[in-house]
Structures are given as structure tokens and as C-alpha cells.
């Protein structure tokens, strides 16, 4: 079973991919994790990571695509979660392309929906509550930061909500319930 979580930064997906790695035995591709074991690993793939990230640019949907390939050419016993990818209408088309020349394809798009104003409360209350209790406190999770971050979601990648409701894969679940009840909707929905 292969999976898309959609959803604005902050809205769950890393929580709700762990769920699913740890419970379905599927394989979380987040291509942040990936293009840093690759640049790590001396292979070919990764040299060519290394050298683009060394340069300051930024990796191409290329790049990103050719590690895709090398992972899903890998296996995993009950699918793969694709985090963070992709990101925008072309690189959803091009992991089209790639699932259906290997013969796989996307079972589900499951987009997390939350409230931007209730999000960046959480956000700023989960970095307030981690700063109080002496936790490292990630450097963007600040409010103003997210709200950058919340606009680049939505000028590249909420397209892709249209994109895959137009297909007729897309699902939708409340990202701002409980754990849990975000883990059922997800589970409901994969069957």
C-alpha cells in the first residue's frame, strides 16, 4: 500500500506516518531523512546530493525522484508513506510516472485538515510547554516562522488537494482531533 499524507506543517503527518510504520510495517519516506542519508552514503545518488547541497542550491525533483526510485526498488513488506513528497504538481506527476513504470501505485491521499489560527496556537503552546520543561525546542516553531512556513504550504502545495480530489483518490480527516481519533480516521480509511 503506498500513501500520500497532505497536510500544512504542524498538522501531524511525522506523528501519524510513526503510527503507521510502527502498526502496518510500511516505510516512511521523508525526503528531508532521505537527502541526508543520501549525501551520507557515497553512492552515486548521494554524491550528486552532496554536491548540489554543498553548492547552497537546492536539490531537483530529479534528485528527489531518482531517491525515491532507489527506495521503493528496495521494497518494504506494507507499502510506503511519502512525507514532505510531493510537494508540488509536478512532482506529483513525476511520482505518477515513477509508481506506474514500476508497476505500483498511490491507494490513498489522505490530507489532514486543521484551522491555520488553532494550528499556530498549538504549535506556539507545544514550543512554550518543550521551552518550560527544559526540551530542545525546534528553531521554526515560533509563530511567525510557522505562519512563513504556512504560506509557502499553501502557495505550493495545497494545489495538490484539487489535484488528487480530481483524481478521486483524495480522503480528508480532522487533523485536530485527538491523536488517536486522527489515527483511526487514517486506519478507516486504508481499511
Known amino acids: 500500500m503506498n500513501i500520500i499524507l497532505l497536510g500544512p506543517p504542524g498538522a501531524g503527518k511525522g506523528t501519524q506516518a510513526q503510527k503507521l510504520v510502527e502498526e502496518r510495517n510500511m516505510v516512511q519516506l521523508s525526503t528531508g531523512d532521505m537527502l541526508r542519508e543520501a549525501r551520507t552514503s557515497g553512492t552515486e545518488m548521494g554524491k550528486k546530493v552532496a554536491a548540489v547541497m554543498d553548492a547552497g542550491n537546492l536539490v531537483t525533483d530529479e534528485i528527489v525522484i531518482g531517491l525515491i526510485r532507489e527506495k521503493l526498488e528496495q521494497g518494504a513488506a506494507g507499502g510506503f508513506i511519502f512525507d514532505g513528497f510531493p510537494r508540488t504538481l509536478a512532482q506529483a506527476d513525476a511520482l505518477n510516472g515513477l509508481l506506474s513504470e514500476m508497476g505500483q501505485k498511490l491507494d490513498a491521499v489522505i490530507e489532514l485538515q486543521v484551522d491555520d489560527e488553532v494550528l499556530v496556537s498549538r504549535i506556539v503552546g507545544r514550543a512554550e510547554a518543550a521551552a518550560a520543561a527544559g526540551q530542545p525546542v525546534r528553531a521554526d516553531d515560533n509563530e511567525d516562522a510557522l505562519r512563513v512556513r504556512l504560506a509557502a504550504y499553501y502557495k505550493q502545495t495545497s494545489p495538490l488537494i484539487g489535484y488528487y480530489y480530481a483524481k478521486g483518490g ?10 488517536d481519533d486522527v489515527a483511526k480516521s487514517i486506519a478507516d480509511i486504508l481499511g
Open 170 to 179: 483524495l480522503k480528508s480527516v480532522d487533523g485536530l482531533a485527538s491523536m
